[in-house]
């Protein structure tokens, strides 16, 4: 059985990838081990329930936000090829090393909510080689398909890694001695499902093309579909992507009517990037209901976007919904 250090030193080399693009990964990793421990320890180590603060976009923080974002933050800033680090806990970007040569953006727990039910939540972590010129906002601005690597570690029954250096997708899982072992290699996301995930409490607050969608996918074998579909919903979108990846599926979180001037609620640097590269490299797809979320060109570091992602055919369905 492969650990991640030895799979990780043989595909850097087999395909020519840096080093430090390398290093960087490992201590993003390194750092999602110790959340892991965090998680796990729970309520024996006094860190459930609320922080009494608030991050950047407003949002209570759960104590393992900050836990978590801190220990990403502290461990990064030792590696010499990280440049700055952008956080969705964070208002602007934290400089690092003048002469580091990668940006590491991350969602330090996503699914923060289900932290005091023991319910999957996770670490999502993009990487982006940093441009020449000093270290700005704009040097984080760019889009999905730039990313060197992304990934993200599940904290559930077992804590899994899922990572994509843009040649492949490899899962692994952790171990009791702490590390982490190559368990699956090229998932592949069925172009065709049975399976959606959409928040329904919203049902009221949707556009129309998305009111469409979920009324065919209800109907059944009867309606426009031809087959029954199952609905499942985690409030974790690491979760949801992961189950995608394992077996398919479609996810769902649309803009709505509740605030139109709001492209959506998830982020588009710290969520829909990182994820959708992990999908695209495994087959699946991800838009934001007129093009693919990796061509989007940010211009904001907390910037907010509309998601469908997963198996082609259904995402092409939403799609082909809000052109006409």
């Not at 040569?101 to 940093?130: M, Q, R």
Request: with cysteine; hydrophobic share 40%; proline share 4%.
């Amino acid at each position: 059985m492969q650990t991640f250090s030895a799979f990780l030193k043989a595909h850097l080399a087999a395909h020519q990838l840096p080093e430090d693009l390398g290093s960087v990964v490992t201590t993003t990793v390194e750092a999602c081990k110790n959340i892991s421990n965090q998680v796990r320890q729970g309520a024996l180590a006094g860190i459930l329930g609320e922080a009494g603060t608030g991050n950047v976009q407003g949002e209570d923080q759960k104590k393992l936000d900050v836990i978590a974002n801190n220990l990403l933050i502290e461990k990064l800033k030792t590696n010499l090829a990280v440049a700055g680090i952008a956080s969705e806990e964070e208002e602007t970007f934290v400089a690092c090393h003048e002469n580091g040569g990668y940006l590491v953006l991350f969602d330090p727990l996503d699914g923060s909510s289900n932290i005091d039910v023991n319910i999957s939540v996770g670490t999502i972590f993009s990487i982006l080689a940093k441009p020449q010129g000093p270290l700005t906002t704009e040097s984080f601005l760019q889009k999905g398909n730039d990313q060197v690597a992304s990934g993200y570690v599940l904290y559930g029954p077992q804590t899994q890694l899922v990572l994509t250096l843009k040649h492949g997708v490899f899962v692994f899982t952790l171990d009791h001695y702490n590390e982490f072992i190559l368990t699956r290699e090229n998932p592949q996301v069925p172009e065709q499902t049975k399976e959606f995930a959409i928040n329904a409490s919203n049902q009221r607050h949707w556009y129309e093309p998305v009111q469409q969608y979920i009324s065919d996918l209800l109907a059944g074998e009867h309606g426009t579909r031809g087959k029954n579909y199952n609905m499942r919903w985690v409030a974790s979108m690491v979760a949801e992507v992961n189950r995608i990846l394992m077996r398919g599926g479609v996810f769902l979180y649309p803009a709505d009517q509740r605030d139109p001037a709001k492209p959506g609620k998830l982020r588009l640097m710290y969520e829909a990037n990182p994820l959708v590269l992990i999908l695209q490299q495994a087959g699946g797809i991800g838009s934001n209901t007129q093009q693919n979320i990796l061509e989007i060109q940010p211009e904001g570091l907390h910037q907010r976007v509309s998601v469908v992602l997963g198996s082609k055919e259904e995402v092409e369905k939403v799609n082909q919904l809000h052109r006409q």
